[in-house]
């Protein structure tokens, strides 16, 4: 995919929309603004959000929001998963499609309230006032068609009646709309597959990304929100095939010898030969993958389509196969809330791909947002008193105050409650309603162990592109943090993460990853590659080193991509390529294909 027109607009898009939802800001916000006088509540809620997040977090937010529904809804236009073109026009024509219906009276009723309908009619017929009729009418169906949304996919689309409406940019209809921007970089040729919108965000926060890395030159640490601009970096997809080829596959491939599934599987390395021993799977529905920080979910994506292989040889209706995946299948965790929006997207919108009413079935992907929570003491007391001290053990209680900094360890907090699914499901069926403080606290709960749940050591596979952060980087409290849990890896994140996948996964399952590559060699990090070679098994290697991305030039980042089995195995003999000497993807792309293919000839 050519990405250089669509790094041009992400980043063109996001000063534009910061500067257009600052404009609107200062409208809304000004003494007698009509937003004050017709929507008094919303705009006080706003200034309770300034007040206590400040202007600048506003702004960022609501940009991304519109930036996020625009990209969306256009790749829905495209594959025609959308009734109507919503921010698109029909062949020939310039303004949106919904528009142009509604400009004739056409408008979806299942869409549409009547009440909406009523007004955008007496806009476009002239029976309303306005400056702007066909953009006060264009702007009305676009927040109804988000809100028609909203039953299906709600991670994106949540219901706009709030500031994000107010705060909508005012041009989306002009030649230099953003939407106009939005259909010119979003081709249909783009958009062919759903890893267009990872490769919009990684452009979207790029600049803040650049702007991280040059505070770290003044030695500026990296603060928690700053993390997941800092640390996002999207996979190639010939990466991502070679790291779910060789764990998620190979895992079906040793329990379905007879599998046609390699056929499709151009990074995949059999074993050198045959292997008795290994994690024994009864169906597709029993393997659980996950990524621990899947950003925009790519390598979810990829496991979508192999899982959909595996459940078509088991004979699964195709028509049950989508819904099957995103409820037993795929997990994904992810710090950054916007980067988790996009990955639920990206899941469901392969789903929908596969299954015309997909949205029907209104299945919302398996995708953990980790979120700060925190408790007071008294808080924890009462509510311990409520659901009965012998459920609430000191594990319980230790777990509960474990995500009160999780913007800043993400995935890396391992729970101490040992029986989460049980103590979750226990609360769960408690009704706490009719008291209105622990009602409160016991949502809080709730959501603690639900991450917790998505952080417990169940997986069969574990595939990932962690954060990248030396301890240069790391802020005070993660340095401290990192030492005290992470001793054999504390050097940097993705370090500390290879150990973490490692507990995340069942025994005899895999973990893939590609890191940085000087955990192979340095010191610092000789208690992880003891760990490493005394208790797992090095199954396969490709050795990349510099210019594996082309979005990062030069020889900043220097890698390597890896499967482990999480299992000691001493006399397995795994197969290792060395591509450190490819100037760039495409070469390492072709010489990873030729290793393969001259070891299965071998």
Not at 10 to 29: C, D, H, I, P, S
Not at 493 to 499: D, P, V, Y
């Amino acid at each position: 995919m050519d990405t250089s027109k669509l790094k041009k607009f992400a980043q063109y898009a996001r000063r534009t929309l910061l500067e257009q939802v600052k404009g609107k800001l200062n409208v809304v916000l000004a003494p007698h603004s009509a937003a004050r006088r017709e929507r008094a509540q919303v705009v006080a809620e706003l200034e309770k959000l300034i007040n206590s997040s400040g202007r600048e977090y506003v702004q960022e937010r609501v940009a991304y929001i519109w930036f996020n529904r625009f990209c969306a809804l256009r790749f829905m236009d495209v594959n025609r998963y959308t009734r109507i073109g919503v921010v698109s026009p029909a062949e020939g024509q310039f303004q949106p499609e919904i528009l142009a219906e509604a400009k004739m009276g056409h408008i979806d009723e299942e869409m549409v309230s009547p009440q909406v309908r009523q007004k955008v009619l007496d806009l476009l017929a002239g029976r309303a006032p306005s400056n702007d009729p066909q953009g006060e009418a264009y702007r009305l169906l676009l927040v109804a068609v988000c809100n028609a949304w909203h039953q299906s996919m709600p991670f994106l689309f949540g219901r706009i009646d709030d500031y994000t409406e107010l705060l909508m940019p005012d041009d989306l209809l002009s030649g230099n709309s953003i939407l106009a921007y939005t259909r010119e970089a979003m081709t249909p040729d783009a958009c062919k597959d759903v890893e267009v919108i990872g490769w919009l965000y990684q452009f979207y926060i790029s600049e803040k990304k650049d702007a991280v890395f040059e505070g770290l030159k003044k030695n500026q640490k990296i603060t928690p929100e700053n993390i997941p601009a800092a640390t996002q970096l999207f996979t190639p997809h010939w990466i991502v095939r070679y790291l779910v080829e060789n764990s998620l596959g190979r895992l079906w491939l040793l329990n379905r010898p007879g599998s046609r599934l390699a056929e499709q599987m151009e990074y995949y390395i059999p074993p050198a030969s045959p292997e008795t021993v290994f994690l024994k799977i009864n169906g597709p529905e029993e393997i659980k993958v996950c990524d621990p920080a899947c950003g925009s979910g790519h390598m979810l994506t990829y496991a979508f389509d192999l899982l959909y292989a595996m459940y078509e040889e088991e004979g699964h209706d195709p028509a049950e196969i989508p819904e099957k995946i995103l409820t037993h299948n795929l997990f994904g965790i992810e710090l950054d809330e916007r980067a988790g929006e996009l990955a639920a997207f990206a899941l469901t919108m392969k789903a929908r791909s596969r299954q015309r009413r997909f949205f029907n079935k209104r299945v919302r992907p398996n995708i953990c947002v980790l979120e700060k929570v925190s408790f007071s003491g008294e808080e924890l007391d009462e509510y311990m008193t409520a659901v009965g001290r012998d459920l609430f053990t000191h594990g319980l209680r230790e777990t509960l105050q474990q995500f009160s900094e999780v913007d800043n360890f993400g995935s890396l907090i391992v729970p101490k409650v040992a029986n989460v699914a049980d103590v979750l499901a226990t609360l769960e069926s408690k009704d706490m309603s009719s008291n209105l403080f622990l009602a409160e606290t016991h949502k809080k709960v709730l959501s603690v162990l639900r991450m917790a749940d998505a952080l417990s050591p169940r997986y069969a596979v574990v595939v990932a592109n962690p954060p990248y952060m030396g301890g240069k980087g790391m802020n005070s409290r993660l340095s401290t943090w990192a030492k005290e849990h992470f001793p054999s890896s504390k050097s940097d994140l993705f370090a500390m993460f290879i150990e973490r996948n490692l507990d995340l996964a069942v025994k005899g399952g895999a973990v893939a990853m590609i890191t940085m590559q000087s955990w192979m060699f340095l010191s610092s990090f000789e208690a992880l590659r003891s760990r490493i070679l005394n208790q797992h098994t090095i199954l396969s290697m490709a050795h990349l080193g510099a210019r594996a991305f082309d979005s990062i030039g030069g020889e900043v980042v220097s890698t390597t991509a890896f499967v482990l089995g999480n299992a000691h195995r001493p006399d397995y003999r795994g197969a290792y390529m060395r591509l450190v000497d490819g100037n760039s993807e495409a070469e390492k792309m072709e010489m990873l294909a030729k290793a393969i293919a001259q070891g299965r000839a071998a």
